[in-house]
C-alpha cells in the first residue's frame, strides 16, 4: 500500500530546504482536515519523510499540506512546501 517515498521539505525566504519535523506531518496524515480519502495513503516515518500509495497525487499532497501548515502556523507567509517522490531513497 506504501510504495512511494516522499520527500516534504519546508523551503524558507532564502531558498533553503528544510526537512518538515514528523510531528507536522504526523498531524496532517492523522488529522486530515481535507475529508478526501486519498489521502488515507499516507504514513509519515521520519523527519521530511512520508510514505504514500500510488493513489496518492503529488500536487494534490502539496496543497493540502501546505493549507494545513499554514492554518497550523507551521509555514511563514514567504514561506512554501517542496513536496516530491524518492527515486530509491533519493531525490
Known amino acids: 500500500m506504501f510504495a512511494r517515498h516522499i520527500s516534504v521539505r519546508r523551503v524558507d525566504g532564502t531558498g533553503a530546504f528544510h526537512p ?21 495513503d499516507t504514513l509519515p516515518i521520519g523527519d521530511g519523510l512520508l510514505e504514500a500509495g500510488n493513489r496518492v497525487p503529488l500536487d ?13 502556523g507551521y509555514l ?14 533519493r531525490e
Open 20 to 40: 518538515c519535523p514528523i510531528r507536522q506531518i504526523d498531524n496532517f496524515s492523522m488529522r486530515n482536515f481535507t475529508n478526501d480519502p486519498v489521502f488515507d
Open 76 to 89: 511563514k507567509p514567504e514561506e512554501r512546501l517542496d513536496v516530491r517522490e524518492l527515486t530509491q531513497g
Open 60 to 72: 494534490r499532497l502539496q496543497h493540502a499540506m501546505e493549507d494545513w501548515f499554514r492554518r497550523k
